[in-house]
């Protein structure tokens, strides 16, 4: 993504101008329209090229239809992401008019590579929109890392970026039982079973990038698969792919199903490859968080009201203090709601604390999700703050008490 034009006041009114850029692979599609899916909301002005069907009516009274290409701003109402395709539907009212289409009029735009779109926030350009924009331009992104989860029969394989796991296509194919003097058929069916799977592989990923490719199995089908890909390469003189066979990990997993993908992410062995990129940090993070949750000194808590009052007593600050905040929070369409979080998030940077903000679309993000989709490690240790509000409770009981 790049930054084409900026015109942000202090009052964080203002637009901004990005520009999806060509692919750098399969999935770089998908994670530029992951940061437009976090940027757009409900009641922004969305700017951006649409074709639209337009009909005439000549003097003779026969009408035709012709497809034009439009600049169209719209009144945002809704925002479908489908992150297997890559695509971002961002539906809402026509809000400026021109000859082609009315005020009001209902149109879908389809954010696409190369081409510009210009959003202007309805509550202004808070901090958090501000990273989410800072984060799409950078230009040093973590590289995307493969994997394919197989057993006998099927394979899914899975792009996993810095904020997201994608999978890109799932391959089922019939493998004959092993029975008695009929084992050759069971081989040929797993070798044809392989030669799909690495076909299909190699549509989505470039195998000879010196990145880690993740093949995970019960048992030992990703050996075998492995076995395939290397005799191919050896069979057809593929130089880069026998070059970048130490990238290759075979891992093991409890099954073939994308699911089994979270617990091969947390296994040594891939966390070890994987560890100076965004989805290792963060995993351990919640490691971390988790140690000193069962440790249960009171500088580990969850759950909003308890984080929030960690915050406001300064224990989310220098010298240690993280804030970990799912980002499915900042994408509720109540502004009150998203107000409440960026003014945590604000208020924890003014303390010198850490913030980070996970995807709710990795295992790191599913975990946190269960803690209530916000939890944090403190400077110092606060007992009892989910306390607060029964001993509130009490008191006031009693003062009523008083009273009669």
Known sequence: MRLIKQNIERDGSGF??????EPEDMAADAKAQWHAYNL????????????????????????SSTRIHINLLIRVTSIDFDAQAGQLHVSGQVAEENKHVKVGAFHTLDLELQRNFTLEKSEGWDSIALDVVREAVRQDKEGVVPAVVMQEGLANICLITEHQTVLKQRVEVSIPRKRAGRAGDHDKGLTRFYQITLETL????DITQPRPLLLASPGFTAAGFLKYILDEATREAKKGVLANRANFIVIHSSSGHLHSLNEVLQSPEVMAK????????????????????????GRAWYGKKEVEKAVEKGAVGRGGGTLLIENALFRSHEVGVRKRWVALVDRVKEDGGDVRVLSSDHESGKRLEGLGGIAAILTFPLEDLDDDEATDIEHNTEANGMII
Do not use: C, W
């Open 16 to 21: 901004i101008t990005l520009f999806p850029e």
């Open 40 to 63: 757009i909301q409900p009641n922004d002005l969305l700017r951006a090229s649409a074709i639209r069907r337009i009909t005439t009516e000549s003097s003779t009274g026969s009408t």
């Open 202 to 205: 190699v549509r989505h990923v």
């Open 274 to 297: 994987l560890k100076d990129t965004k989805y290792a940090k963060e995993t351990r993070l919640i490691d971390d968080f988790m140690a000193l949750l069962r440790r249960d000194d």
